[in-house]
T-cell receptor
């Protein structure tokens, strides 16, 4: 199993550009989520999905869109990038059982918005 | 709203010394509790988790954590630190039955030879 994969590893954008961060998992996990990590703030939840076709907002959703058309993929879209979105982005996934909340994290995407 | 506090931003210990990283949470009910480790430039790896039962939890790499309900704490410990333990450590909580994690701000561990 490859686990949780993220592409790209690094990205530099100019203000106003759009892009999609890719996330895929091959563990048949129902739950997937996106976090951003900023210095001194830990990780904060952006969006999450409990299954294909179902998404919901987390703590910091503004400026980001998500969709979940398949179990495997959960892309994160920035429609108009802003410098405040400079961050490291992590995707995570977990099983659907309510008593097993272990989440598996991808290696991250480091995004810089100029 | 739930919150997680890791009061120590940066800790330095000597190799072979014992380690305790503090974590306090604020929550209406006992949540699921986790410790993750992040090596430089890497993703997060789960060290251990507490759902219920024995309040002393054993994890990977020789780490353990103790849940103390009366103190709303879940401190991470290791009896003898190795140089390879240098990393950033995150405490996280999640409501029972849900998966959305709330993270502390992290503690960066340096290990002196």
């Amino acid at each position: 199993n490859a686990g949780v994969t993220q592409t790209p590893k690094f990205q530099v954008l100019k203000t106003g550009q759009s892009m999609t961060l890719q996330c895929a998992q091959d563990m048949n996990h129902e739950y997937m989520s996106w976090y951003r990590q900023d210095p001194g703030m830990g990780l904060r939840l952006i969006h999450y999905s409990v299954g294909a076709g179902i998404t919901d907002q987390g703590e910091v959703p503004n400026g980001y869109n998500v969709s979940r058309s398949t179990t495997e993929d959960f892309p994160l879209r920035l429609l108009s990038a802003a410098p405040s979105q400079t961050s490291v982005y992590f995707c995570a996934s977990s099983y659907g059982g309510t008593d097993d909340n272990e989440q598996f994290f991808g290696p991250g995407t480091r995004l810089t918005v100029l | 709203a739930q919150s997680v506090t890791q009061p120590d931003i940066h800790i330095t210990v000597s190799e072979g010394a014992s380690l305790e990283l503090r974590c306090n949470y604020s929550y209406g009910a006992t949540p699921y509790l986790f410790w993750y480790v992040q090596s430089p430039g890497q993703g997060l790896q789960l060290l251990l988790k507490y759902f219920s039962g024995d309040t002393l939890v054993q994890g990977i790499k020789g780490f353990e954590a103790e849940f103390k309900r009366s103190q709303s704490s879940f401190n991470l410990r290791k009896p003898s630190v190795h140089w390879s333990d240098a990393a950033e450590y995150f405490c996280a909580v999640a409501p029972r039955g849900r998966r959305a994690l709330t993270f502390g701000s992290g503690t960066r561990l340096q290990v002196q030879p």
